[in-house]
């Protein structure tokens, strides 16, 4: 009898040790990236991926991506459209590539057949990731 008299001091003592433990001992912690830091790296990301978009389009206007493109018969528009449709990641490794090949070209590393290869490749590989993107 003097059991069950207890019971109901034992469920107060216990509720109240846990809910007295500080929120961090029990794995919950506040929030580790606040809304300025969010609204910070979205603003980074658009940047870089402006920036990866600029690289291309940069790419894709010199007079040898026109002449390439016009002599393997591919719409100027449709690449152009294609590469904004790439993923972030995607965009940043074809952005990557597309400046070693001019910065290659621009020292003499590299043939202007070279360059017109690489540039049908990258046309090519955008189109070609949209399309199953798109599926």
Sequence with gaps: MLRRSWRPFRVLA???????????????????????????????????????????????????????????????????NAIAGLSDQELAQLASRATKVQNKFAAGDMSKEDWLISLGIFAFVSLFIVVVNHD
């Design 14 to 80: 216990v509720a109240t040790l846990v809910f007295s433990i500080p929120s961090v001992v029990l794995g919950q912690t506040e929030h580790v990236v606040g809304p300025m830091e969010l609204q910070k790296a979205e603003q980074d990301a658009t940047n870089a991926r402006q920036k990866n978009l600029e690289a291309l389009q940069g790419f894709l206007d010199s007079p040898e991506a026109r002449e390439s493109m016009q002599k393997t018969h591919m719409d100027p528009v449709q690449v152009r």
